[in-house]
């Protein structure tokens, strides 16, 4: 299972080299990598759903794994038994992640000191960030901002590249590629970071509570 878990890292970083225009990417005419398909917005069960597909990646089991600190909110892999291949779902429950106590908070970096792309400065102030054991990837959380780092082991150049996240032709967030150093050893690895803020806006939110009031219907 690890071994399909580390190619999936990759897949994910690959696909945000070349994100399609609409998931609010600013540069025009990069192609789309094949098989892959994502990041897709959804909402359901009163929950914001970012669904990842990799068409030409086989598995015969799923896991899912909780996100630290919350209650409701959690990553999802699984089979994609529609389109074939796998799905990478995260499902954020936003009033769960604007609740989480950051306590003092602190000023943060990658978790190997570089900068952290989108913010100024590269340090995120008052924050908290948890390392995890798995696949050591990190989670990101600020007052206004969730966010999620997926370190991986291919060779970028030291290439590095970022783009907008929209949602609903509005803003929500920013995703980085930030490029391997092979001087300092340094991997690749990819960012996302979300406005909590920006998922909470009127039509947004009466997305959210009609799909409460309607389970297991994907808007």
Known sequence: MKRWLISLKAMVLLFAVVLTPGC??????????????????NVVDGQVLMTFKFLNMQVDAGLKVPIPKTKRSFMEFAPNMIDGGMLLQI??????????SIGVGDGNYLPDGRA???????????????DT?????????????????IPVGFETAGISGYWNVTMNQKRVGFLGLVGNDEIRGYKAGGVILLNLDALKDKKLNRLIELSKRNPGVVF
């Open 116 to 130: 952290l792309p989108g913010v100024p400065g590269g340090r995120l102030e008052n924050s908290l960030r948890i």
């Open 133 to 149: 054991e798995w696949n050591d990837v990190s989670f990101y959380y600020h007052k206004q901002l969730f966010g999620l780092w």
């Open 24 to 41: 609010g990417q600013e540069a025009g005419g990069l192609p789309e990598i094949n098989g892959v398909k994502g990041p897709a917005f």
């Open 91 to 100: 499902y954020m429950d936003v009033e769960d992640l604007k609740s989480i």
